[in-house]
């Protein structure tokens, strides 16, 4: 002790520490902690995805445990499911009957999402439906748009079209707009595809229709779990000339520049966790715009792979994550953990 005394005394008469500001004073107690706390996180900041597809029941995907392909009637019970817990909103991915080379089902009246949009808002009024408008979920090759088999020349055989998908996905989303849907999300990363949409669903009387672009979307490794989940990795080749280098950040920010100038209402950032400096940007560039952030499905698998092998705690890390994300910039976040979470924090 008298050891600890003279180490004591010889740092306070050597050093000039000045301990008037204690920044651990607001640390002290958990009560103290959060009245201080920067960021807050609800479960009304999520977007729950669901995986609708025909027939009935539920099908657990294996690369993402607890995620279930559903049918109509299961993802309308998950949509009630994540109303009760506060959710206000789900976004809604098809995994058609048939795929062929335009991927048909998705513009048709009877659709597998038009179906749903239909059965969830006439249970659930409330709940703000949100669709992804592409084509890869849809379409024999997997890709996010019309495929070049010989009509451009001067384009590699196999490569998405650009012009010519604009008049698909224009279709797909006034065809979700017809069912219902509150909200329409094109995400192939195809040039003009706003302004093509934005055009569309106004002609077709749909101008009060908001449009969340998938603004900046990577060509990223974290997409494979989604991939099983929806059916839709691509059969030949890759994404890389539609979506974007995961090296760059300033085109990122000349892609939303765009999106804005087409009409473009909420943006996205995707992925979420490699990429919380691109959603920051974002946010620094468009302060006046909702911003959306992705937390896809391989962030979602490590977690759950982690846990299930006890290396992490599973409930602290995807709060962490979640509130990492809101405090990079995003208002929302579609997130796989949604309904966890919102479990979690009611707990709290």
């Known amino acids: 002790m008298a050891l600890l005394d003279l180490i004591h005394q010889n740092v306070l008469r050597t050093s000039n520490i000045n301990l008037t500001h204690r920044a651990r004073r607001l640390r002290t107690t958990p009560a103290l902690r959060a009245l201080v706390r920067e960021t807050g996180l609800n479960a009304r900041d999520f977007i729950h995805p669901l995986f609708v597809r025909h027939g009935e029941g539920r099908n657990e995907i294996r690369s993402m445990p607890g995620i279930f392909q559903l049918s109509v009637e299961e993802a309308v019970f998950e949509a009630r499911s994540a109303a009760e817990l506060g959710i206000r909103a789900v976004m809604l991915f098809g995994i058609p009957a048939e795929k062929d080379p335009i991927g048909l089902e998705n513009f048709s009246h009877d659709g597998i999402v038009q179906q749903a949009i239909r059965a969830i808002k006439r249970e659930l009024p409330e709940m703000v439906v949100m669709t992804d408008v592409c084509m890869c979920e ?30 698909i996905l224009a279709r797909v989303a006034v065809s979700h707009a017809e069912a219902g849907a509150d909200v329409v999300a094109p995400s192939g990363m195809i040039d003009g595809m706003v302004g093509a949409v934005r055009s569309a669903l106004d002609i077709s009387g749909f101008e009060h229709t908001p449009i969340l ?23 030949f080749g890759d994404r890389k000339t539609h979506q974007m280098d995961p090296a760059n950040v300033r085109e990122a920010l000349r892609e939303v520049a765009l999106d804005v100038a087409e009409g473009a209402d ?12 691109v ?5 620094q560039a468009h302060p006046e715009m909702p911003l959306v952030a992705y937390n896809v499905s391989g962030e979602y698998a490590m977690v759950k792979a982690a846990a299930a092998n006890g290396w992490l ?24 953990h949604a309904m966890d979470a919102a479990r979690w924090l009611a707990a709290q």
């Open 266 to 277: 909420m943006l996205m950032v995707k992925p979420a966790l490699a990429y919380l400096d």
């Open 138 to 167: 849809y379409t024999d090759h997997g890709h996010c748009g019309l495929i070049n088999t010989g009509s451009h020349p001067n384009l590699p055989e196999g490569y998405v079209l650009n012009d010519e998908t604009l008049d």
């Open 313 to 336: 705690d599973e409930q602290k890390v995807v709060l962490e994550t979640l509130t990492g994300i809101k405090r990079a910039g995003a208002d929302l976040i579609i997130t796989y």
């Open 213 to 235: 672009s998938y603004s900046v979307k990577y060509a990223s490794a974290f997409y494979g779990p989604f991939r099983d989940a929806a059916q839709s990795p691509p059969q």
């Open 279 to 283: 959603l920051y940007r974002v946010r």
